[in-house]
């Protein structure tokens, strides 16, 4: 196998989902017409969701989705064993996810509201999986964009340094001529996000939700102070950031 | 011959989710047949709880990774009518097409990459790009197509980001709509050589009669609203949803069972199909009538062929809206709203079926109440009651174990379910 003049063995992999929707695993099967190039480099070992061959001489493991089960902590714990490098795969895996959405509410009234008297196995708290595991590698992003991951999957096989954008959303953003949605009323997090899916979000008029968790060296507090600057609410700030978990240490911080 | 044997398919693989087929088999006869959802809930339901009206499309695209627009749209859908906004008609538009664009990308991705290796007896999809070539590359091209229309209206392939309470915040470009117009164009040929090879395939001869439901509004084939009909023969309003649905929990599956009028019900594109043949493009008719395909069809195999069915009538359809878009200024994609208390419910056809979602707002636009039912759901019961007559039918034609199985594995995956968007 030959890319880019390197000469580079088929990387073997499993993808593995948890509490999820795997619509990050689902982008693999995206950028359908260079999919078939992107496939020659892999070695796909398990991939349930694709097929029923499930083998267990993987070297790479990509994880997607957040830990909300004990079994899932089972489950995870022998990939670890098996992987000699384990990527947590989207911001389920990453951050926890907009499922953590839920860990403000009793566990109790979840399953209460949802199955009634039924007795349901599930944890207080939709968990990231570097609280069980070790985690090699972090691909953050809901979806993750696929060209980033097409390159750190190039760079494993390459044994390449891998390193995510360390700047802000905003940097994109302005790189695609947006008109800023602060400058409409909106409160964005992108100035505080980290970089690396194109700005999508504000691309489309809609605010950066954080997806893909803090940007390198943020200055939190003059985020804070922009929007009271601005006379925006703080509360929807809040709602904001509190979306994907990805900002749990300066929220926890500051309250 | 008197056999015993267990059938205990653990997280049945090429399905979106997790799931469990167990089947046990005493002295030749079926002892038991089971469809056990093991998938852990997320709480979608408990979440919405407190959060502001316009990030909720936001949220709820999550519960599926692969109808996340179809969630979006439920959802925008349920809070418009809560709150009394009334899109304008090119917003309209802008989301039939977007979600035309997610049922091709996902029946792409059911025919050709999960569903169509049973038939060739292939693992997966891979060892059908030596075999099959012009297949793999078929499916991959109108999978890619659906993916551009929902890029082109939605800002992206999965959870889309312009999808907005009172329109959309951004219109697709005339540049980009021009270009998949010339797409759809090249492709179209593809998806006849697709259609000639599915019907090289043999489809399993298996009926249980059962309720097919759909959306149906009597002009257009159902994509987005409309009353809720069953083969049955009810007709009721969108907002009566849970007559429709009767959810009750079994002590197998952390998902949910369903039913209207029998023991169990069915969702998805040959419910669509059952209930709205006549409002199919032509093109799609012709398609349907190639395989012999006719309302009323209880063969749940034929789901596969319904899908199919339902990619000419996309691809035509998305042919005609992207005319009237490069005809409109689209301009007024968006209206303004203010919040206040409602509730109502929102009902779109997603890719494996009917879906509600349902919203309660206070004044401020804060959500108090929140309820989805997912077509998955909606199909558990059927899957599981089909599971026991196929089994039964099998074992009395002197099936093996092996067969037995497969036949199971294929049965469950023509329902094409996404199971963990079914538990949420
Ligand atoms: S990160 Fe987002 S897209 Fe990925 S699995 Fe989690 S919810 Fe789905
Ligand atoms: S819209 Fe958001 S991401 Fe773009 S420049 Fe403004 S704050 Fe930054
Ligand atoms: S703009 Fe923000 S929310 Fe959107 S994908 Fe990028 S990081 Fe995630
Ligand atoms: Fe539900
Ligand atoms: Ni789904």
Known sequence: ?255 | MKVDFNIDIHHLPRVEGHGDIRISVKDGKLADAKWAVVETPRFFEVMVKGLSAERVPFLTSRICGICSISHSLASIRSLERAMQITPPETARIIRLLAMHGETLQSHALHLFFLAAPDFAGTPSAVPLLQSHPEVVEAGLMLKELGNELSIATTGRATHPVSLVLGGVSKAPSKQRLAEIKQMIADRKPMLDKATEFFKTLTIPDFVRETEFISLYDGESYPYIGGDLVTTDGVRRDENDYLAMTNEYTVDFSTSKFTKVSRESSAAGALARFNNNYDLLHPQAKAAAEAFGLKPVCHNPFMNNVAQLVECHHLVADAEEIIDRLLDDDLKDIKADYKPRAGAATGAVEAPRGVLYHYMETDESGKVVKGDCIIPTTQNNANIHYDLHALAEQSLAQGKSEKEVEKLCEMLVRSYDPCISCSVH
Request: hydrophobic share 35%; net charge negative.
């Open chain 1, 1 to 255: 196998m030959n890319h880019l003049g390197f000469d580079i063995e088929k990387l073997k992999i499993g993808s593995f989902d948890f509490t999820c929707c795997e619509g990050c695993q689902l982008q693999l099967a995206n950028k359908e017409s260079t999919l078939p190039e992107f496939l020659a480099l892999l070695d796909i070992r398990n991939f349930r969701e694709i097929s029923s061959e499930r083998l267990d001489d993987y070297d790479i493991a990509l994880v997607e989705g957040s830990i909300t089960r004990q079994d899932e902590v089972e489950r995870l714990k022998a990939i670890r064993a098996q992987a000699k490098v384990l990527v947590a795969y989207g911001t389920c895996a990453c951050f926890g996810g907009m499922n953590a959405q839920k860990n403000k509410f009793p566990k109790e009234e979840c399953i209460r509201t949802v199955y009634g008297d039924k007795q349901i196995d599930t944890m207080q708290e939709s968990h990231k999986i570097s609280d069980f595991v070790t985690v090699d590698y972090s691909i953050p992003g809901c979806p993750v964009n696929k060209e980033e991951v097409e390159r750190i999957v190039v760079s494993i096989a390459t044994r390449s340094p891998i390193a995510l954008p360390k700047y802000p959303v905003c940097v994109e953003c302005k790189q695609r001529l947006n008109t800023c949605l602060f400058d409409l009323g909106e409160v964005c997090l992108g100035p505080i996000s980290r970089a690396g899916c194109d700005a999508v979000c504000p691309s489309g008029k809609t605010v950066c939700l954080g997806c893909r968790g803090p940007a390198d060296g943020i200055n939190y507090d003059s985020f804070v102070q922009l929007v009271k600057d601005k006379e925006l609410s703080t509360d929807e700030m809040n709602e904001k950031l509190a979306f994907y978990n990805g900002f749990t240490e300066y929220l926890n911080h500051e309250g």
